[in-house]
């Protein structure tokens, strides 16, 4: 993201923050209000983005605008950055986080986790016409990584000693040199394999998981009525449906298990 972009961001966020009251402490305050106040990130493509409208959208904005659907409530979405989502909600400035959170033990134990909304998997993906279906048969082929990202530490951890190991500075890269053959399979998420079917159907495939994470609607600790609240609608979204068409819209495939089962 460019400079402009990140303080055309910050820009937002500041005048968002200066026109938005305390966010609400309870559950019966939301309700009373008769509005919520969602922090998400907006530089996070697909799950958080400005549209051209200049308007918060993406698959957090999707979820955000269901959640206060089902709590029949207006809705605020208010910018937030990785670095200072958690302080926000935590300081009172947003109700809840919608925004990418993944859900670590470290995260819990500043915040309390809804059942898991959405999800990121991290694979060797390559061309369908090689077996490489295991870490094991990783051996003597060539495998693209991103330098120094989640998938380069999975990848070196599990590729056999004669696996070659081609570093990229970005997934673009990486990408591309799969696309011309220059590698057999890369590390990458869910993200970037669905753009690459999407433009290469057929080609290419997951061959073995290497990490998953899941991610969750954040409250503040203590905050058990909104929670509970919280995690019946991510329940009753997964079994109508609705999570899986914003899934579909967004990323261009179903909810994956790890996240319809996970709860």
Same mark, same amino acid.
């Given at each position: 993201?460019?400079?402009?972009?990140?303080?055309?961001?910050?820009?937002?966020?500041?005048?968002?923050?200066?026109?938005?009251?305390?966010?609400?402490?309870?559950?019966?305050?939301?309700?009373?209000?008769?509005?919520?106040?969602?922090?998400?990130?907006?530089?996070?493509?697909?799950?958080?983005?400005?549209?051209?409208?200049?308007?918060?959208?993406?698959?957090?904005?999707?979820?955000?605008?269901?959640?206060?659907?089902?709590?029949?409530?207006?809705?605020?979405?208010?910018?937030?950055?990785?670095?200072?989502?958690?302080?926000?909600? #935590? $300081?009172? =400035? *947003?109700?809840?986080?919608?925004?990418?959170? /993944?859900?670590?033990?470290?995260? !819990? +134990?500043?915040? &309390? %986790?809804?059942?898991?909304?959405?999800?990121?998997?991290?694979?060797?993906?390559?061309?369908?016409?090689?077996?490489?279906?295991?870490?094991?048969?990783?051996?003597?082929?060539?495998?693209?990584?991103?330098?120094?990202?989640?998938?380069?530490?999975?990848?070196?951890?599990?590729?056999?000693?004669?696996?070659?190991?081609?570093?990229?500075?970005?997934?673009?890269?990486?990408?591309?040199?799969?696309?011309?053959?220059?590698?057999?399979?890369?590390?990458?998420?869910?993200?970037?394999?669905?753009?690459?079917?999407?433009?290469?159907?057929?080609?290419?495939?997951?061959?073995?998981? #290497? $990490?998953? =994470? *899941?991610?969750?609607?954040?409250?503040?600790? /203590?905050?058990?009525?909104?929670? !509970? +609240?919280?995690? &019946? %609608?991510?329940?009753?979204?997964?079994?109508?449906?609705?999570?899986?068409?914003?899934?579909?819209?967004?990323?261009?495939?179903?909810?994956?298990?790890?996240?319809?089962?996970?709860?």
């Amino acid at each position: 993201m460019t400079f402009t972009r990140r303080a055309a961001i910050a820009l937002l966020t500041a005048a968002v923050v200066a026109a938005t009251p305390l966010a609400a402490q309870t559950l019966d305050d939301i309700k009373a209000k008769g509005a919520i106040t969602v922090g998400m990130l907006v530089d996070f493509p697909p799950f958080g983005i400005m549209n051209t409208d200049n308007q918060p959208d993406g698959y957090d904005a999707d979820v955000a605008k269901l959640l206060a659907e089902d709590l029949g409530v207006d809705l605020t979405i208010l910018p937030v950055t990785g670095p200072n989502r958690i302080p926000y909600l #935590l $300081s009172g =400035q *947003v109700d809840v986080l919608v925004a990418s959170l /993944g859900i670590t033990p470290e995260r !819990a +134990e500043r915040v &309390a %986790f809804s059942d898991p909304y959405a999800g990121i998997a991290i694979a060797v993906y390559g061309d369908t016409g090689v077996d490489l279906s295991s870490p094991e048969k990783l051996s003597g082929h060539t495998i693209g990584v991103t330098r120094a990202s989640t998938q380069d530490t999975a990848v070196t951890k599990v590729a056999p000693d004669d696996a070659t190991i081609q570093r990229f500075d970005d997934d673009s890269s990486a990408v591309q040199a799969l696309l011309s053959g220059q590698v057999e399979a890369i590390g990458v998420s869910n993200i970037i394999s669905n753009q690459i079917e999407a433009m290469a159907p057929g080609r290419f495939e997951v061959k073995f998981d #290497l $990490s998953q =994470q *899941v991610q969750g609607i954040a409250v503040r600790p /203590g905050s058990d009525a909104l929670l !509970a +609240e919280i995690n &019946a %609608f991510v329940e009753q979204a997964k079994a109508d449906g609705k999570l899986n068409e914003i899934h579909e819209k967004w990323l261009g495939s179903p909810l994956p298990d790890f996240v319809a089962a996970a709860n």
